[in-house]
């Protein structure tokens, strides 16, 4: 079966500091996608990154990076400089075969980034 | 046009009410997708539409019919709710229709409360 732990509930930090948060997942899939998606107050689930399985690749995207390790299935996710704006619920999820390519989802990490 | 529209934003029903959510993508998007999210928890997926066709029913109560009426369009029929099913309702819609190995973009949700 799959599944994703983030095992973060809450993170507190002072703005401009950096900050990572933690995915840890499990398949018996070969080929799967992971993601990440950012929920502000306002409920909207926003797309930051999707990952297939073959790409080990790390992703920079600005301020934000992404450290894929197959070999300890995690998908991290980092935050360099970090802003109130960055203040938010974000989720890890996983999509393989075992799960008919339905989103399997983390508990979330909910991020807050003082000023 | 990255855009998935729900409204209404928010609605209050009685448990005798009927109403309807509705969502619509202009992306081209193939698969469109319901949520229900609790508060402090990851969305639950609900039904999948896939072509136009409901390929995926998460043994949702009867109370809730969805329904396609084409590829842009996406409706959430409720009917004799219950208190506990007040939460934030999101649509989704992703490229694949096969599920989610692309990415899926989201609504900003409907926050339904029964009274």
């Known amino acids: 079966a799959q599944k994703v732990t983030q095992a973060q509930t809450e993170i507190s930090v002072v703005e401009k500091e950096d900050v990572t948060l933690d995915c840890v997942y499990e398949t018996r899939d070969t080929t799967y996608y992971l993601f990440w998606y950012k929920q502000p107050p306002s409920g909207e689930l926003v797309f930051l990154i999707r990952r297939n399985s073959f790409d080990e690749q790390n992703e920079i995207s600005g301020r934000y990076s992404w450290n894929f390790q197959k070999s300890t299935s995690s998908f991290n996710f980092t935050i360099t400089a970090s802003q109130v704006v960055d203040s938010a619920v974000y989720f890890c999820?996983?999509?393989?075969?075992?799960?008919?390519?339905?989103?399997?989802w983390g508990a979330g990490t909910k991020l807050i980034i003082k000023p | 046009d990255t855009e998935v529209t729900q409204t209404p934003k928010h609605l209050v029903m009685g448990m005798t009410n009927k109403k309807s959510l509705k969502c619509e993508q202009h992306m081209g998007h193939r698969a469109m997708y319901w949520y229900k999210q609790k508060a402090k928890k990851p969305p639950e997926l609900m039904f999948v539409?896939?072509?136009?066709?409901?390929?995926i029913n998460e043994s949702v109560p009867s109370r809730f019919s969805p329904e396609c009426p084409n590829s842009s369009l996406l409706n959430l029929h409720l009917h004799a709710l219950q208190p506990e099913d007040s939460a934030l309702y999101l649509c989704?819609?992703?490229?694949?229709?096969?599920?989610?190995?692309?990415?899926?973009?989201f609504g900003q949700g409907t926050r339904l409360t029964v009274v």
């Open positions: 999820a996983l999509s393989g075969l075992d799960s008919n390519y339905q989103l399997i």
């Open positions: 989704a819609s992703s490229l694949g229709s096969e599920g989610m190995n692309t990415e899926a973009f």
């Open positions: 539409y896939s072509y136009e066709k409901l390929s």
